[in-house]
């Protein structure tokens, strides 16, 4: 099986949510078109797990290519002008590279390197046959339409990583072309959640997985990552909470809900998250977390942080006795 995804953005629940439904199996492959850092924090860690993966194939996107002239003395783009390299940093922060500059910076020398040769190594397309369809995958932009552009973009790889690619600009080629990049907002703004987007000879797979997880419905519509398998052109969506106070759960959902809670990982001197939850966005408090809980469990949080451990430690118990019981009857 072939599957394609994009722009996951450091946003390892959504990640994880996606790689648990498609179980990727050594004979397959995964194609990953760019941007997987910045926006969340877990880029670093969600690259270097694609990095250790012999099937999957990633491309350079546009906040990669940020990262690398902002940080890589050892990456040149020949098009560029002293003015870009003096302009990377502030960029890169303006579009959320802090967060992965602080990951970037808590590996040793040779982990980083290793990041950064990664990176420097990454194509800017591949294509793919399946029967009688080629597919051209890509970030942003295809590369045939940069002669047009090339007054607002001073190198090909700028442009086929930045160039936001419009509908009504035509590519003469015979392929279909499915990149990232650019949300599908962009060509149906109606549709929400967002959902990859079918057009002619164009398939857009970005469905907003860096857009922030509690947005307001005024603003823009909820993002999510997608993943598309070309075998059969199923899609996968990353599993949402969009409407907590509207959803009722039974005890059993959130006590598993409570589980996944546990292993989010806390900053101990605010006690906020460092990742998003369900319907919390990332930095949110674990008191407001366990409000949450305390309303909708019909036995409170206390139950969950107290007692619930303490029957399932009577209960072991009384399963090791009796298995004990159960051996000594049989005289083994």
């Given at each position: ?70 940080m ?91 160039y ?9 080629v ?5 990149f ?101 966005p ?12 305390d309303?909708r ?17 009577s ?18």
């Amino acid at each position: 099986m072939i599957y394609v995804m994009s722009d996951i953005h450091g946003n390892m629940r959504r990640f994880r949510s996606i790689m648990e439904q498609i179980n990727l199996q050594p004979e397959d492959t995964l194609y990953v078109l760019g941007d997987v850092i910045d926006r969340f924090p877990y880029g670093i860690k969600i690259l270097q797990e694609l990095m250790a993966m012999p099937n999957v194939k990633m491309l350079l996107g546009n906040h990669e290519y940020m990262m690398l002239n902002a940080m890589d003395g050892h990456y040149v783009d020949i098009g560029l002008r002293i003015s870009d390299l003096r302009d990377a940093l502030p960029l890169w922060y303006d579009n959320d590279g802090w967060v992965t500059q602080q990951a970037l910076l808590k590996l040793d020398p040779k982990e980083r390197e290793a990041v950064f040769a990664y990176l420097r190594s990454l194509p800017l397309f591949y294509e793919v046959e399946m029967g009688d369809t080629v597919y051209r995958l890509i970030h942003a932009a295809p590369m045939e339409l940069f002669e047009a552009h090339r007054w607002n973009h001073r190198s090909r790889t700028m442009f086929t990583v930045w160039y936001r690619w419009p509908l009504n600009e035509a590519l003469k080629v015979d392929c279909t072309v499915i990149f990232g990049h650019t949300p599908t907002y962009y060509f149906a703004k109606a549709v929400d959640p967002m959902q990859i987007f079918h057009g002619e000879k164009r398939i857009g797979i970005d469905c907003g997985c860096g857009f922030p997880v509690n947005a307001p419905d005024y603003a823009i519509p909820h993002g999510r990552l997608a993943c598309l398998r070309l075998d059969d052109m199923k899609e996968f969506y990353s599993e949402e909470f969009l409407d907590p106070d509207d959803t009722e759960y039974t005890d059993e959902q959130l006590e598993a809900f409570w589980d996944q809670f546990a292993d989010i990982p806390m900053d101990p001197e605010t006690e906020r998250m460092e990742e998003d939850f369900l319907c919390f966005p990332m930095r949110t408090h674990r008191e407001k977390i366990w409000h949450w809980f305390d309303e909708r469990h019909s036995k409170g949080v206390y139950y969950l942080l107290y007692e619930r451990n303490l029957k399932q430690f009577s209960d072991n118990r009384t399963q090791v006795a009796s298995h004990e019981r159960g051996s000594e009857d049989d005289g083994t």
